[in-house]
């Protein structure tokens, strides 16, 4: 949980979320999204729940494939 803390830092949490996900839908985060606290627990938890591919490159995060955005990368 720390390290998905510290990944995240000062972003908002809620662009971490794959609103693809079972459990996204389940608990409608959409609608009523998790405190911060309770979501990186969840992400934790369920890594799926992570939006992925998630790629770390010079301090930028870049979130799901997008071949046009990560053709420059």
Excluded: H
Excluded at 22 to 39: C, G, I, V, W
Excluded at 56 to 70: S, T
Aim: hydrophobic fraction near 40%.
């Amino acid at each position: 949980m720390e390290e998905l803390d510290r990944l995240i830092g000062e972003r908002d949490y809620k662009l971490f979320l794959n609103s693809r996900n079972e459990l996204f839908r389940e608990m409608d985060m959409k609608e009523n999204p998790p405190t911060r606290s309770e979501a990186i627990r969840l992400m934790a938890a369920n890594p799926n729940l992570i939006k992925r591919p998630l790629l770390v490159k010079g301090g930028k995060i870049y979130f799901g494939f997008d071949a046009d955005e990560w053709a420059g990368i």
